[in-house]
């Protein structure tokens, strides 16, 4: 009895072992398969920089290649940094309603360079072109038209103007009292440092 169970298992075990190295080698060579496609994407994405340098997102959209045998739409988007709906959305030129506004900005701010929005938007109003001013910012932005004016220059100082020195510049402020009342009291004293 013992005899036969020991001659069942030497056959059994020795067709277990061949069938797992077997087993064992299919997955081997599954797993090199893998790694020779993954290598071979990585060398074809390669390749696909290595001929475009990346700019400005036009630049981007013009490196896509809808026909390319081995890259997807969506792997070359995700490659070069744009999602697939900005690949295939072209933006809208401006409308019919806005061009005429702004070409009578244009023709106005050679004449007015000056001119922001507020008096952009009467000039407008008095030729008939009803809009906020919002809507001339808006518009004198896309063309890009800044009014050359003087900016206010606040933090230059007029020499001839006298400069009032900080009365608690020099003061040590006793700690048991608070920074403002002490700073009250000195500031509203005649300037004598006393309260």
Known sequence: MVGDWKRQAMERLTAVLSGKTAAQESTKV???EKRHARIGQLVVERDFW???PVDGLERRRRMIEPDHSRLS???QCELVSISRSGFHRRPAGETAL????MRLIDAQFLRMPWYGSRPMSRHLRREGYEGGRKRIRRLM???GLTP???RPRT???NPE???FPCLLRDVVIDPRWTAVAAGWTMSSSSGSGAA
Do not use: G
Request: hydrophobic residues 45%.
């Open 30 to 32: 599954a797993e090199a």
């Open 73 to 75: 739409v969506v792997r």
């Open 148 to 150: 050359i004016y003087q």
């Open 161 to 163: 103007h006298r400069l």
């Open 98 to 101: 806005n061009l005429e506004p």
């Open 50 to 52: 290595r001929k475009r």
């Open 155 to 157: 933090t230059v100082l």
């Open 141 to 143: 932005a896309k063309i």
